[in-house]
């Protein structure tokens, strides 16, 4: 049967959807996980014992054909022998130096190690080899090993130490995890509603669908607009000390083109790059930073929308001074727009009231046209999010329409003193002299009583 990225896809949805119904509110991981599989990546789990974290890295393996499963709970009196095999002793009287790793890591698809940080350095070596080049060094052998994925679990962040960095730095996709807060969630579980049950076979994946995705990730292509704001991420988090190694972002980019590929897609959009929330921090305190640099860039246009709000305090600033115009023609630059409005009469006079006229008619044409430009970019955006079967966080669209809902009511109580001041100018009354005290534009003059 020939492999299809649209059947891949349904499938995949399906094997989410079992996922969800199984492992309650442990969504983003159960989509780190099938995203980290089929992109060849590793998944980093923080949080206490009895979250399923073991049993979720178990159940996915089992969801692969033929798919064979290494679990190991580390010490730091556990030896390579207990992860990699013991030695051949039959080898050894023959002056080699051989493992018997059937049934150990090297044979297996996807690993779960458990308290990964408490690793040896021998260990630790070893698993790099394998994580950065899929073989396992054995002797005078070097062995290709049919890894596809690493579940590390911890309870806690790594030590400083340089071989524990570098481990920690392959784990690309990485989530905190903690007993489950829903009464409804806890009581099924608590009550046994929540079973552990085999994966339907009809959800199996195989190795030559994992293979078939993975040897289709180079056709995604990366829109300059998207790429825009991958740079604008990248410099954002480096102005607040978080950085990514430029190993991790080529990774990164990895899992945004598999996302596209397995949500029908040939190019990255915005949806994809939430995703960037589960692989930039370092420490969980680093996850609000990261959030909010990604609604700050992901709503860029919206900001460039509401650049109306500047032009106001652009009019405010001008009209709280005084100032003298000498009697002679007065000529105004695009940058200087918002001219300085003094109490001058004649034909000056008119000239400057049809000039501000005009400007604070533009100015409300401007915001108009602003709401419904950032209205559009958020139907454009949460239909991306919602259409994207590997985005399930609910509190990052919260987070966007507040983030958004903030800027439009900025917008819409600045309607109101705009359109007072054309009023005044409609009234043939040049605001002057007073200032006044507003909630919006902050000061702007009134007809002195």
């Not at 979250?51 to 033929?66: D, F, H, P, Q, Y």
């Not at 900025?410 to 002057?432: A, M, T, W």
Request: proline content about 3%; aromatic content about 8%; charged content about 30%.
């Amino acid at each position: 049967m020939e492999l299809s990225i649209t059947d891949i896809s349904t499938k995949i949805e399906k094997l989410i959807s079992w996922l969800d119904s199984e492992f309650l509110e442990r969504e983003d991981v159960v989509r780190g996980a099938v995203l980290a599989i089929m992109s060849g990546e590793h998944v980093l789990i923080l949080g206490p014992p009895g979250t399923a974290k073991s049993l979720l890295a178990r159940t996915v393996c089992s969801g692969i054909e033929n798919g064979r499963f290494f679990y190991y709970l580390l010490t730091k009196f556990t030896t390579p022998e207990e992860i990699f095999g013991p030695l051949s002793l039959k080898a050894l009287e023959e002056d080699r130096f051989e493992r018997k790793i059937e049934g150990y890591l090297p044979t297996a698809h996807i690993v779960f190690l458990d308290e990964i940080f408490k690793a040896s350095s021998a260990i630790l070596n070893t698993l790099l080899t394998i994580i950065n080049e899929r073989k396992f060094h054995m002797g005078e052998k070097i062995i290709d090993v049919p890894l596809l994925s690493i579940f590390g679990a911890s309870n806690e962040l790594p030590e400083e130490n340089e071989s524990l960095e570098a481990l920690y730095d392959r784990f690309l996709l990485r989530f905190e995890v903690d007993y489950v807060s829903n009464e409804d969630s806890f009581a099924k579980i608590a009550i046994g509603e929540v079973e552990e049950k085999g994966l339907p076979k009809v959800l199996h994946l195989t190795i030559e669908e994992i293979k078939f995705v993975q040897s289709k990730i180079s056709s995604v292509k990366i829109p300059r607009q998207i790429l825009r704001e991958i740079l604008v991420i990248r410099n954002k988090l480096f102005e607040r000390n978080l950085k990514a190694s430029d190993r991790r972002w080529k990774k990164i980019i990895k899992i945004l083109r598999v996302s596209a590929l397995l949500n029908n897609r040939g190019k990255v959009d915005y949806s994809d790059l939430f995703l960037l929330k589960h692989m930039l921090w370092d420490k969980p305190e680093d996850k609000k930073v990261v959030n909010q640099v990604l609604i700050d860039t992901l709503t860029r246009g919206v900001r460039e929308a509401s650049d109306i709000e500047e032009k106001t305090k652009l009019i405010a600033e001008h009209l709280s001074k005084e100032t003298k115009i000498k009697e002679k023609l007065i000529t105004v630059s695009n940058q200087e727009k918002w001219i300085y409005f003094v109490s001058i009469k004649g034909e000056q006079k008119n000239k400057l009231k049809e000039l501000f006229y005009s400007s604070l008619n533009e100015l409300l044409d401007d915001l108009k046209e602003s709401l419904n430009i950032i209205n559009e970019r958020r139907r454009f955006i949460l239909n991306q999010l919602d259409r994207n079967i590997f985005v399930s966080d609910k509190s990052i669209k919260d987070m966007l329409n507040e983030r958004i809902d903030n800027e439009i009511k900025k917008l819409k109580d600045l309607e109101q003193p705009i359109k007072v001041l054309i009023s005044l100018l409609d009234n043939g009354s040049l605001p002057h002299e007073e200032i006044v005290q507003t909630p919006v534009i902050g000061e702007f003059w009134k007809r002195k009583n």
